[in-house]
């Protein structure tokens, strides 16, 4: 079933091109955070305000790049990404592998039940690069969403079974489990956008990861797991679906469109649990 990504379109003014004008890219280490005045000192001796995720992450002591406007005052850093120089070249050849894989499946890249699902490299809510193998070992319930999805019953009503899921399993003793959710929406939904998002929709943190990065990775993974998308003038259609990954990486479980049973995925959880 597709659904509609309602995504408003800009009002472009005069101030907005003189805004894009004085934005530049930059890239800098982080010396310090000040969160409750949602600054960063970079190692340039500049202090820049950034976004409530961003400073949540605050990322002190590591490299960032962003996009400098330094027509405000104080200057803001906006779409800001982890820029560890070993990070993106770990997370570069994992991803050449994952499109390689891609094209040479062609038609047959969905993967089903039974099969094991792709490495990957993207980063999470935190700014840290995470892998498929680096989630091995635990039982997977993954979704994908648009943090900016404005129907009710689609990417919205999606997280809100997930993050109910996740409580039902916390009460049920079901420790064994991680909540992944992949964005398809990666040149807006930074990592500091992931985790504002995530602490609106009220997301434990503590087993739940959001992942967001390359946009040719996480297209490659929509093909993988046949999740199709659709521009339509200002909208986006999408089809949705929630997968049960087992520790060892396969695929044991999906079930498509954004309404589903948490009771089912919660057996199913536990069944896996008193197997291992």
Same mark, same amino acid.
């Given at each position: 079933?597709?659904?509609?990504?309602?995504?408003?379109?800009?009002?472009?003014?005069?101030? =907005?091109?003189?805004?894009?004008?004085?934005?530049?890219?930059?890239?800098?280490?982080?010396?310090?955070? !000040?969160?409750?005045?949602? =600054?960063?000192?970079?190692?340039?001796?500049?202090?820049?305000?950034?976004?409530?995720?961003?400073?949540?992450?605050?990322?002190?002591?590591?490299?960032?790049?962003?996009?400098?406007?330094?027509?405000?005052?104080?200057?803001?850093?906006?779409?800001? /990404?982890?820029?560890?120089?070993?990070?993106?070249? #770990?997370?570069?050849?994992?991803?050449?592998?994952?499109?390689?894989? =891609?094209?040479?499946?062609?038609?047959?890249?969905?993967?089903?039940?039974? !099969?094991?699902?792709?490495?990957?490299?993207?980063?999470?809510?935190?700014?840290?690069?995470? *892998?498929?193998?680096?989630?091995? +070992?635990?039982?997977?319930?993954?979704?994908?969403?648009?943090?900016? &999805?404005?129907?009710?019953?689609? &990417?919205?009503?999606?997280?809100?079974?997930?993050?109910?899921?996740?409580?039902?399993?916390?009460?049920?003793? #079901?420790?064994?489990?991680?909540?992944?959710?992949? $964005?398809?929406?990666?040149?807006? @939904?930074?990592? +500091? #956008?992931?985790?504002?998002?995530?602490?609106?929709?009220?997301? %434990?943190? !503590?087993?739940?990861?959001?992942? $967001? +990065? !390359?946009? @040719?990775?996480?297209?490659?993974?929509?093909?993988?797991?046949?999740?199709?998308?659709?521009?339509?003038? @200002? *909208?986006? %259609?999408? =089809?949705?679906?929630?997968?049960?990954?087992?520790?060892?990486? %396969?695929? $044991?479980?999906?079930?498509?469109?954004?309404? /589903?049973?948490?009771?089912?995925?919660?057996?199913?959880?536990?069944?896996?649990?008193?197997?291992?």
């Amino acid at each position: 079933m597709l659904g509609k990504l309602q995504i408003p379109l800009a009002v472009i003014t005069a101030a =907005t091109f003189t805004v894009l004008a004085q934005a530049k890219e930059i890239t800098a280490t982080v010396e310090s955070v !000040d969160t409750e005045a949602r =600054t960063l000192t970079l190692d340039n001796g500049q202090t820049v305000q950034v976004a409530p995720g961003d400073a949540a992450i605050g990322y002190e002591g590591k490299q960032i790049r962003g996009q400098l406007n330094t027509g405000s005052k104080p200057p803001k850093l906006d779409f800001i /990404w982890p820029a560890d120089p070993q990070e993106e070249k #770990v997370a570069a050849g994992i991803n050449q592998l994952l499109h390689n894989d =891609t094209v040479t499946r062609g038609r047959s890249a969905y993967r089903g039940v039974g !099969d094991p699902i792709p490495d990957f490299a993207l980063y999470n809510e935190n700014g840290e690069l995470v *892998t498929a193998k680096s989630l091995r +070992g635990k039982n997977l319930v993954m979704n994908f969403i648009f943090t900016r &999805c404005a129907v009710p019953t689609m &990417c919205p009503a999606s997280i809100a079974r997930m993050s109910r899921l996740q409580r039902e399993a916390a009460e049920a003793g #079901v420790a064994n489990v991680e909540f992944v959710t992949f $964005t398809f929406d990666p040149e807006f @939904d930074t990592p +500091g #956008v992931l985790r504002l998002y995530g602490q609106t929709r009220g997301l %434990n943190l !503590d087993n739940y990861t959001l992942l $967001t +990065g !390359d946009p @040719d990775a996480i297209k490659d993974l929509m093909k993988q797991f046949a999740i199709l998308t659709m521009e339509s003038d @200002d *909208t986006i %259609n999408h =089809t949705m679906a929630t997968l049960i990954v087992n520790e060892h990486g %396969n695929i $044991t479980y999906r079930k498509d469109g954004s309404r /589903w049973s948490t009771q089912d995925f919660l057996e199913r959880l536990q069944a896996m649990e008193e197997k291992e």
